[in-house]
C-alpha cells in the first residue's frame, strides 16, 4: 500500500482526528517500548539523537554544560534560520 492508498483509506474509515489520535498513540507505545529494552530506562536524549540521525538532521546541544537544558534537531537550514550565529 502506498501513501496514497493508505491516505485514502484512512479518510474514508474515521475522521482527520481519530486518525491523528491513533497516530499519535502509536508512537507513545513504540516510545515506552524503546525505553524498556531489557528492562531498563532507554535515555530520551539517546532515543532523540537515533531518529535524528536516521533521518539525516544535526543535533545542536549547549556546550560546556554538566546536564542538557535543551536539545535543537533539524536540517541544517531549520538550524541556521533558529540559529543566527
Known amino acids: ?6 491516505y485514502d483509506y ?3 474509515y474515521m475522521t482527520a482526528e481519530e ?3 491513533k497516530l499519535l498513540l ?9 525505553k524498556a529494552i531489557k528492562g531498563q530506562d532507554g535515555n530520551p536524549v539517546c532515543i ?7 533521518l539525516g538532521w544535526i543535533i545542536a546541544v549547549e556546550k560546556n554544560k554538566e546536564e542538557i537544558r535543551g536539545l535543537s534537531v533539524g536540517t541544517q537550514e531549520y538550524l541556521d534560520s ?4
Request: charged share 25%; glycine share 0%; hydrophobic share 45%.
Open 48 to 54: 532523540i539523537a537515533a531518529a535524528a540521525m536516521d
Open 19 to 21: 486518525a491523528l489520535k
Open 82 to 85: 533558529i540559529f543566527k550565529n
Open 10 to 12: 484512512i479518510t474514508k
Open 1 to 6: 500500500m502506498n501513501i496514497q492508498e493508505f
Open 26 to 34: 502509536t508512537y507513545c507505545k513504540q516510545y515506552k517500548k524503546l
